[in-house]
């Protein structure tokens, strides 16, 4: 006689299926040659040096600022969990018929992102306890209590963007969004930079979080509506190691939307020339803007760049500044001959001038708001506020002669090579209205 349903039964069911599938996923591409000749020596590489900042401890470990360090685990301690809470498409039959187990799911989901979220923050402390021993020269209180105060922030963050997700649909959402990083953010990063070396104010902060967690925890509970946006995460978070393997073998296609987009709804120009170039690197500007996954690439990439200046002695700052903008550059390169190789863009016949024109035009606006801030910040930092807008106007102007060089190079590769990425030739229009070669006949 088999075992009779219960849902704590259907929870931890679910949770080893869950477990099993991403086992699964990943025993597809760590096979033992992954472990033998990069996982193994990987893993003894990270230990050694994890070992040498403790037996010997470097310079530069005390020259991490404490904001630096508060960013980067809210980055990855707090805004990066999800709620659990496996349900699946199926159980619209069923489940949905019986709130009492649904409730339950629930709270087992609440625990399962509890449990997860103190593991998850207990890596991350050990990670970085040398810093925080020896470069902050935190005692064991501190150290415990900021790591209570990162798990808590991290419950309640999952908490109220589950609630968001299902309170919101469309802009709305994103707006949300927003607002609520703004929100946690502020939470965990106050504290911690104002009260962590004080026992009772923090204390009093880790109270008030920990409330938080309740209220929002009873509210989720109580929330209704919220199986549909329940599965679409959970099919994420089943999907999560499947599309980290393939993201750089399959290209992922945005979904198609007939809706008008949020950011330049009627189709003008952005720039007033009817030149080739003013209209094909307005469309391309316009469809990176629209689709946001390169701007959170830039925003991520002047992030970390801003960080390597503020760590750098002033003078190397400056050189930074005007070194860092170099690789992105590169990338937008990439993406604008791709971009002039889909099968849309492919059919039509542009001079090659109009093209390196577009593509500096690109390079230069889309890579103008991160290369001004961080050449303005190593400006301020190397000679005082007078000093910003100097280096922002000297980097803008080296900058705008690297994207100038960089079209040069790319036209005189396209007159070597005769084509361009996908192979088909592509000639110049004549200037006269007839000509007395014979032109050949595109496939």
């Not at 060089?405 to 084509?419: A, F, K, N, P, Y």
């Amino acid at each position: 006689m088999g075992h009779r349903w219960t849902p704590p039964r259907l929870f931890a069911k679910r949770v080893a299926s869950f477990w099993r599938s991403q086992y699964k996923v990943w025993k597809t591409a760590l096979d033992w040659t992954v472990w033998l000749y990069l996982l193994i020596p990987g893993l003894w590489i990270c230990g050694g040096l994890y070992a040498d900042l403790w037996r010997d401890e470097p310079a530069w470990l005390s020259n991490i600022p404490l904001a630096i360090g508060s960013v980067a685990l809210l980055l990855l301690g707090v805004l990066s969990g999800r709620l659990r809470v496996f349900v699946e498409e199926a159980d619209l039959l069923f489940l949905m018929q019986r709130p009492r187990w649904v409730r339950t799911l629930a709270k087992l989901g609440i625990v399962y992102t509890a449990a997860g979220q103190i593991v998850k923050t207990a890596v991350l402390f050990v990670v970085a306890l040398p810093w925080l021993a020896l470069g902050l020269d935190l005692q064991a209180w501190q150290i415990i209590g900021w790591a209570a105060f990162t798990a808590l922030c991290g419950l309640l963050s999952s908490l109220t963007f589950a609630m968001m997700e299902t309170r919101y649909r469309s802009w709305r959402k994103y707006a949300a969004g927003t607002a609520l990083v703004i929100v946690l953010s502020a939470i965990y990063i106050v504290p911690v930079a104002v009260v962590l070396s004080e026992p009772v104010p923090f204390a009093a902060s880790v109270a008030a979080v920990l409330a938080a967690v309740l209220i929002a925890a009873v509210a989720r509970l109580r929330q209704r509506g919220t199986f549909e946006a329940d599965i679409a995460r959970e099919r994420k978070a089943r999907l999560s190691s499947t599309e980290l393997l393939m993201s750089q073998v399959i290209e992922k296609k945005p979904v198609i939307s007939f809706k008008r987009p949020l950011l330049f709804r009627r189709s003008g120009r952005i720039f007033r020339g009817n030149d080739q170039a003013d209209v094909i690197a307005g469309q391309y500007i316009k469809s990176c803007l629209r689709q946001f996954r390169l701007i959170r690439v830039l925003y991520g990439y002047f992030a970390v760049s801003t960080a390597a200046v503020a760590l750098s002695p002033a003078a190397l700052g400056l050189g930074l500044a005007a070194a860092l903008p170099v690789l992105p550059s590169i990338w937008l390169q990439d993406g604008w001959r791709g971009w002039l190789n889909e099968p849309f863009m492919a059919q039509f016949r542009w001079r090659k001038t109009a093209l390196a024109k577009g593509g500096n035009r690109v390079r230069f606006w889309l890579l103008l708001p991160g290369t001004v801030w961080l050449a303005a910040y190593a400006g301020w930092r190397a000679f005082g506020w007078w000093g910003a807008p100097l280096a922002a106007a000297a980097i803008l102007g080296w900058s705008a002669l690297l994207q100038s060089v960089i079209g040069s190079l790319m036209t005189v590769r396209q007159e070597e090579s005769g084509i361009y990425g996908d192979g088909r030739e592509r000639m110049e229009e004549p200037a006269s209205g007839h000509t007395d070669e014979k032109k050949e006949d595109r496939p």
